[in-house]
T-cell receptor, first 111, second 114 residues
């Protein structure tokens, strides 16, 4: 079985551009979670989604960040008008119910 | 406030020795605790978990101990190997009605000296 897939693995954006990060959950998993990890730090919860629904976005910045998990296709984390402080590794995890499996992450660099 | 934190940011051990990684938590309402291993350039990988009603759980070469009295969690790795070099995170899991909310600590970097 394929694990959680994320792409791109590395993304470079200039300040003010948009970043789109994709996450394909494991087969049979309908729960998706996004986390952000700054260098030398732990993972910070951002948002939890089920198909077509945002369940918990308490960790998501109020502006510029959005997430979706459409009926068909991967989950998307979208960051508009990126700033240098958005540079981080963004991890997606999926679960069928409780145990979360993590993807390899997307490393975003804002120049 | 709520937090899950680690006592030591780095740990170096000789190959073959046992490793002990410690973690303190502040929220006694957590349902269970998880240890993750994160190798360089990869996502976290589940190692072992322990429910809040237990005080010890053993896996393959790993043991997790939970002391609820002092809100302390530890991960013991027996006969540490070079492949164990990674950052280890403890995390607390607060099971909500339909999903888990995982709160990660800052991590301990384990280096194994050959």
């Amino acid at each position: 079985n394929a694990g959680v897939m994320q792409n791109p693995r590395h993304l470079v954006r200039r300040r003010g551009q948009e970043a789109r990060l994709r996450c394909s959950p494991m087969k049979g998993h309908s729960h998706v979670y996004w986390y952000r990890q700054l260098p030398e730090e732990g993972l910070k919860f951002m948002v939890y989604l089920q198909k077509e629904n945002i369940i918990d976005e308490s960790g998501m910045p109020k502006e510029r960040f959005s997430a979706e998990f459409p009926k068909e296709g991967p989950s998307i984390l979208r960051i508009q008008q990126v700033v240098r402080g958005d540079s981080a590794a963004y991890f997606c995890a999926s679960s069928r119910q409780y145990e979360q499996y993590f993807g390899p992450g997307t490393r975003l660099t804002v120049t | 406030g709520e937090s899950v934190g680690l006592h030591l940011p780095t740990l170096s051990v000789q190959e073959g020795d046992n490793s002990i990684i410690n973690c303190a938590y502040s929220n006694s309402a957590s349902d269970y605790f998880i240890w993750y291993k994160q190798e360089s350039g990869k996502g976290p990988q589940f190692i072992i978990d322990i429910r809040s009603n237990m005080d010890k759980r053993q896996g393959q070469r790993v043991t997790v101990l939970l002391n609820k009295t002092v809100k302390h969690l530890s991960l013991q790795i027996a006969a540490t190997q070079p492949g164990d070099s990674a950052v280890y995170f403890c995390a607390e899991n607060r099971m909500k009605t339909s999903y888990d909310k995982v709160i990660f600590g800052p991590g301990t970097s384990l280096s194994v000296i050959p």
